[in-house]
């Protein structure tokens, strides 16, 4: 080839790498300075490199409630404030909704866990802020194993004779604790006694709680032994029963071995136990 064509060949590539980096020039400019209305620009590719890990709440990998009841569980901009609380959720079906108050209690707690967790089966924990405070691992556990745990005072005092300001702080405080120790504050609240009062269901909305009483009461807290709870629970049974036992507040030794009966015998009948959602109205 003569020495002309070279040079002509070589001006040329000269010219079309000069187009390609000025080409590539204007791209960059334009992602750094585009137009925020503009479309996005699409990747082709993954950019190489390690992956942004997410940061997760405590417990916040637990298992979600098995439930079918209302909306998809998150907490509303404002909750509705009520003049009575739910005794009773209403679903499809033969389900079931089993509550426990005054806990967590080393003593009692942990059995009632692993029955639950034995029978894969969820509940809900209305516990005290001074008993909470100092067995936050149970609290954990119950997050771990898909529980809902709800408020039920600090120190279990009869609202009906505090003032406000009280009421406010014994509910807060329980609150805080949860939090803390569950991995998100409680939707759920329940009055010590089921005594209710005008205060108590407005703050419980304010903090974005919904009231939850009982449809069939054990009085296990009566001691009146391990046969007469069971009948009590199997003669209530119906569908959006919601049961009312203790995990502490006493010897609660009845109330676990309780439930290490009625629980099978319920599944077994076709009951289906769960946890409520959230109803937003």
């Known amino acids: 080839m003569k020495k002309d064509q070279l040079l002509t060949r070589r001006r040329a590539l000269l010219a079309g790498a000069a187009v390609l980096g000025a080409a590539g020039a204007a791209g ?4 750094l300075t585009a137009d925020p209305a503009a479309p996005p620009v699409r990747q082709t590719a993954p950019v190489p490199g390690p992956q942004a890990r ?6 916040a990998y637990r298992l979600q409630p098995i439930a079918g009841y209302g909306a998809p569980h998150h907490t509303p901009a ?29 003593r009692y707690t942990p059995d009632i866990l692993r029955t639950l967790r ?3 089966v969820r509940a809900m924990f209305f516990v005290c802020g001074e ?26 005092p009869l609202l009906t004779q505090l003032s406000r300001s009280k009421i406010r702080s014994e509910m807060e405080r329980t609150c805080e ?6 991995g998100e504050p409680p939707v759920w609240f329940r009055a010590p006694y089921g005594a209710w009062n005008r205060a108590a269901f407005q703050l419980g909305s304010e903090m974005g ?19 007469t709870i069971v009948d009590r629970v199997e003669h209530g049974a119906a569908p959006g029963v919601v049961v009312l036992s203790h995990d502490a507040g006493g010897d609660r030794s009845q109330s676990v ?20 959602r959230r109803q937003f109205t």
Not at 87 to 97: E, K, T
Not at 137 to 152: P, T
Not at 177 to 182: K, R, S, T
């Open 118 to 120: 034995q029978h894969d």
């Open 78 to 106: 404002k909750t509705l404030v009520r003049h009575e609380p739910f005794l009773r959720m209403a679903g499809r079906g033969r389900s079931m909704v089993l509550t426990f108050d005054d806990g967590p209690d080393p």
């Open 54 to 59: 997410r940061v997760l709440k405590p417990s």
């Open 131 to 156: 008993m909470a405070v100092d067995n936050k691992d149970l609290l954990r556990e119950m997050a771990d194993d898909g529980h809902i745990v709800g408020n039920h005072t600090w120190t279990h």
């Open 209 to 227: 709680m919904e009231p939850l009483a009982w449809t069939v009461d054990t009085l296990d807290w009566t001691t009146p032994g391990t046969r």
């Open 28 to 31: 960059t400019a334009r992602l």
């Open 177 to 182: 604790v949860i939090d803390d120790a569950y």
């Open 257 to 276: 071995r309780a439930l290490r009966d009625y629980l099978p015998e319920l599944l077994d009948s076709g009951y289906h136990i769960t946890v409520p």
